[in-house]
């Protein structure tokens, strides 16, 4: 039986996801470099990993491969033990086949003598070492040279190249978009590496050799090399925060500060030929860092619940009409655009987020309740914008109305909580699925917080931090 790819709503039950666990080369990082390497601050990789990240792992392997983990978490937990479950060149690591290793499957294709020759060529071209270090490189076993590649360092304190911290955000270098693989072209040189890591996996290794012949790669317009200066608007630059899946013939693409209009058309023109899907909406926000991408400002929780900043989402006042004080910036510079592979219908605009959502909600997922909205920052300035930062819109669906966010966000906390949500914090609801006092199949309607104070300094949350490669149809 070949494994199954297939996403077709950002909601429906998680079944399995790509995911890369923190590695040395996050803590590596000089304050110096942090911004040029997308980061807002450096972390302390310890905290990061013990205190947050590993939570997020316990957290999906209960709901996607619970045999993996069920009656472990006072093992795994205990101070002497040195993450063996978690670390991915350990001899104890869990090895998930539905919460998948980057690292793990990088290590799989290097045991392949051709394609470890090819890559290890690959990035040293690309990092600019000297032939004696590539010599090195291609003699190291392939768990190793896997570990060395995606951290930059030939042990803990010996660094060959810079780390790629930005790779735990997998979802950026490709989306699953019903059972095609769109792979993006991220617009920082930061992950040229990652990019093409992500590139070797996906046309090498076993899991994915039966979806070959649906992979898309977004190519650059034709001579983009010979156009004058660095401009970033020439060149195709798509990157999976801005590509969402909101039902099996409908696709959000955000054009944003990482993914530039032709690497929208570019998109567009792909999956209309393709025959992925019948209908894209172009979702254009302003290019600045505190949005980045259009999971950071709105994602979904149910079929009729999202989460959102009101600031771009409620709508802007006609042209003719006057400006007033409470018009925003960011409500000018709006444009969101639907089109369909049926050229015979002619695009349609919205005039707001809020309108295109309760359309999704009403038309594609054919709800019959009220669309609802939740704000950022419970709407209260300067919390809207403040939890913004630190994702508040940034939710991943486990299913329908269960999402995993950061317990920092007390505002949007609150605003689930009038909406009707439960709130429940991490620790509490793991201990309670080990113990047997609760069962998954009873979450519902639930906002699941995870501890965030160093995650939250790379400005992602746990939408950018998966990529999900199967989900079950929400109908």
Same mark, same amino acid.
């Given at each position: 039986?070949?494994?199954?790819?297939?996403?077709?709503?950002?909601?429906?039950?998680?079944?399995?996801?790509?995911?890369?666990?923190?590695?040395?080369?996050?803590?590596?990082?000089?304050?110096?470099?942090?911004?040029?390497?997308?980061?807002?601050?450096?972390?302390?990789?310890?905290?990061?990993?013990?205190?947050?990240?590993?939570?997020?792992?316990?957290?999906?392997?209960?709901?996607?491969?619970?045999?993996?983990?069920?009656?472990?978490?006072?093992?795994?937990?205990?101070?002497?033990?040195?993450?063996?479950?978690?670390?991915?060149?350990?001899?104890?690591?869990?090895?998930?086949?539905?919460?998948?290793?980057?690292?793990?499957?990088?290590?799989?294709?290097?045991?392949?003598?051709?394609?470890?020759?090819?890559?290890?060529?690959?990035?040293?071209?690309?990092?600019?070492?000297?032939?004696?270090?590539?010599?090195? /490189?291609?003699?190291?076993?392939? !768990? %190793?040279?896997?570990? +060395?590649?995606?951290?930059?360092?030939?042990? &803990?304190?010996?660094? @060959?190249?810079?780390?790629?911290?930005?790779?735990?955000?997998?979802?950026?270098?490709?989306?699953?978009?019903?059972?095609?693989?769109?792979?993006?072209?991220?617009?920082?040189?930061?992950?040229?590496?990652?990019?093409?890591?992500?590139?070797?996996?996906?046309?090498?290794?076993?899991?994915?050799?039966?979806?070959?012949?649906?992979?898309?790669?977004?190519?650059?317009?034709?001579?983009?090399?010979?156009?004058?200066?660095?401009?970033?608007?020439?060149?195709?630059?798509?990157?999976?925060?801005?590509?969402?899946?909101?039902?099996?013939?409908?696709?959000?693409?955000?054009?944003?500060?990482?993914?530039?209009?032709?690497?929208?058309?570019?998109?567009?023109?792909? /999956?209309?030929?393709?025959?992925? !899907? %019948?209908?894209?909406? +172009?979702?254009?926000?302003?290019?600045?860092? &505190?949005?980045?991408? @259009?999971?950071?400002?709105?994602?979904?929780?149910?079929?009729?619940?999202?989460?959102?900043?009101?600031?771009?989402?409620?709508?802007?006042?006609?042209?003719?009409?006057?400006?007033?004080?409470?018009?925003?910036?960011?409500?000018?510079?709006?444009?969101?655009?639907?089109?369909?592979?049926?050229?015979?219908?002619?695009?349609?605009?919205?005039?707001?987020?809020?309108?295109?959502?309760?359309?999704?909600?009403?038309?594609?997922?054919?709800?019959?309740?009220?669309?609802?909205?939740?704000?950022?920052?419970?709407?209260?300035?300067?919390?809207?914008?403040?939890?913004?930062?630190?994702?508040?819109?940034?939710?991943?669906?486990?299913?329908?109305?269960?999402?995993?966010?950061?317990?920092?966000?007390?505002?949007?906390?609150?605003?689930?909580?009038?909406?009707?949500?439960?709130?429940?914090?991490?620790?509490?609801?793991?201990?309670?699925?080990?113990?047997?006092?609760?069962?998954?199949?009873?979450?519902?309607?639930?906002?699941?917080?995870?501890?965030?104070?160093?995650?939250?300094?790379?400005?992602?949350?746990?939408?950018?931090?998966?990529?999900?490669?199967?989900?079950?149809?929400?109908?």
């Amino acid at each position: 039986m070949k494994p199954l790819i297939n996403v077709n709503s950002e909601i429906g039950t998680l079944r399995k996801l790509l995911v890369h666990s923190p590695d040395s080369g996050l803590g590596q990082v000089v304050p110096s470099k942090a911004q040029d390497w997308l980061f807002e601050d450096i972390v302390h990789l310890n905290t990061l990993r013990r205190g947050e990240y590993d939570y997020y792992i316990k957290l999906l392997l209960y709901f996607l491969d619970a045999e993996k983990i069920k009656g472990k978490l006072q093992y795994i937990d205990e101070p002497e033990q040195d993450r063996a479950f978690f670390k991915p060149d350990a001899s104890g690591f869990h090895r998930s086949d539905k919460v998948i290793e980057v690292q793990s499957l990088l290590a799989d294709i290097l045991r392949n003598p051709s394609i470890k020759a090819n890559l290890v060529a690959a990035v040293c071209a690309i990092e600019g070492c000297n032939y004696r270090l590539q010599q090195i /490189l291609s003699k190291k076993d392939a !768990v %190793k040279l896997a570990k +060395i590649i995606l951290s930059g360092s030939l042990d &803990d304190e010996h660094m @060959i190249f810079a780390p790629i911290p930005n790779l735990i955000f997998t979802r950026d270098l490709g989306i699953v978009i019903n059972h095609f693989i769109l792979l993006n072209k991220p617009a920082k040189k930061a992950r040229g590496r990652e990019s093409m890591i992500m590139r070797y996996i996906f046309f090498n290794h076993a899991i994915f050799k039966d979806f070959q012949e649906t992979i898309l790669e977004i190519p650059d317009p034709i001579q983009h090399f010979l156009r004058p200066g660095e401009d970033e608007e020439q060149r195709a630059t798509l990157e999976g925060g801005d590509v969402m899946v909101v039902s099996p013939q409908h696709v959000l693409i955000g054009c944003s500060e990482r993914t530039s209009p032709h690497g929208a058309n570019e998109a567009v023109k792909l /999956l209309f030929e393709h025959g992925v !899907v %019948k209908k894209i909406t +172009i979702v254009k926000i302003p290019a600045k860092r &505190d949005f980045m991408h @259009i999971d950071t400002i709105f994602t979904q929780v149910k079929r009729n619940v999202w989460t959102l900043l009101a600031s771009v989402a409620k709508p802007a006042p006609n042209k003719d009409e006057p400006l007033n004080f409470f018009t925003t910036p960011e409500q000018q510079t709006m444009e969101i655009i639907q089109f369909y592979s049926d050229k015979s219908q002619k695009p349609k605009r919205f005039l707001s987020l809020e309108e295109l959502l309760n359309d999704i909600s009403k038309n594609d997922l054919n709800s019959t309740e009220e669309t609802q909205f939740i704000y950022s920052g419970n709407n209260i300035f300067p919390f809207d914008a403040r939890e913004q930062w630190t994702d508040s819109c940034n939710l991943l669906a486990l299913k329908e109305g269960v999402v995993l966010g950061y317990d920092r966000n007390d505002k949007t906390i609150q605003a689930f909580l009038e909406k009707g949500f439960q709130i429940k914090d991490v620790a509490t609801l793991l201990k309670e699925l080990d113990c047997k006092t609760l069962n998954i199949n009873e979450i519902k309607d639930t906002l699941i917080l995870l501890p965030s104070a160093e995650l939250s300094r790379a400005r992602g949350g746990f939408h950018c931090m998966s990529l999900p490669l199967l989900r079950d149809h929400i109908d």
